[in-house]
């Protein structure tokens, strides 16, 4: 209708309509286009909303794991010290060799840390981090996720130590599968109490088994150190994991 009129100015020589046809067109496309351009906006802005709300949902489950993790090895590290303590002083734990036993093999627990990152590497494999308009907030999420605290100590986070192997090769296997399935919930990854399957005497024989391996007491010690590393280090990312969520859930409430 448009190029019909416009056509008919022509032919009539009215410029001044066809100056006004010009503008109208012109203005619809502009107009056109921001529209178009705003929707994409908003649907930008509603993708990047829907990334945020997920990366603070997996925040918190992280914070989760975290601190269950923390809490799991400090009871290893509790267990060892005790087993170190009758080791350099001989004292029983609870005065009882089979609470001792039960110190040595508990302390061998591990629980490897990885991180809770499915949506980060969704949106880094999509090519969507773009979405989040803030490049504080972008280089955050790269510093906790690919060059953080977790990366930096990957191979102590993982560590499988020798002296979860080395105790449980000395330890009679009736009462390691004991201490397996009546001192500790693998359902739940937790500890709990149990009774001894054998008598004071017998353990105590258990005991002097560990004595007399040369590097039994070395390997706790290196576990016991690498240990408290480990908490180190999940401290200091938990205190990270905070502070990226508070920034997220500030985006969040904008």
Request: hydrophobic share 40%; net charge negative; proline share 3%.
């Amino acid at each position: 209708m448009i190029l019909r009129r416009v056509i008919a100015h022509f032919r009539n020589q009215e410029w001044t309509a066809i100056f006004i046809d010009f503008v109208i067109v012109v203005l619809g496309v502009f107009v056109g286009i921001q529209v178009a351009n705003w929707n994409e906006m908003r649907l930008e802005d509603q993708r990047a909303h829907g990334f945020l709300e997920r990366l603070s949902g997996d925040l918190d489950q992280e914070l989760a794991f975290i601190d269950k993790r923390i809490a799991y090895i400090g009871r290893s590290i509790a267990y060892g010290e005790a087993a170190l303590e009758w080791v350099e002083n001989g004292t029983l734990t609870g005065g009882s060799a089979w609470q001792t036993v039960l110190a040595f093999v508990q302390a061998s627990r591990i629980l490897p840390y990885s991180p809770v990152d499915s949506t980060y590497q969704e949106m880094r494999s999509a090519g969507e981090l773009g979405l989040v308009r803030d490049a504080g907030l972008r280089t955050a999420l790269t510093e906790y996720y690919v060059s953080g605290t977790f990366a930096r100590a990957d191979y102590i986070m993982k560590l499988n130590p020798a002296y979860r192997s080395n105790v449980r090769g000395l330890t009679p296997y009736r009462i390691g599968r004991h201490i397996g399935t009546k001192c500790f919930d693998m359902t739940e990854v937790t500890h709990k109490p149990c009774e001894s399957p054998v008598d004071e005497a017998i353990a105590g024989e258990v005991l002097r088994r560990y004595a007399e391996d040369p590097s039994l007491v070395r390997d706790l010690n290196f576990w016991m150190d690498s240990a408290h590393q480990m908490v180190d280090i999940l401290r200091q990312l938990r205190a990270s994991c905070v502070g990226l969520k508070q920034r997220i859930d500030t985006q969040l409430d904008d």
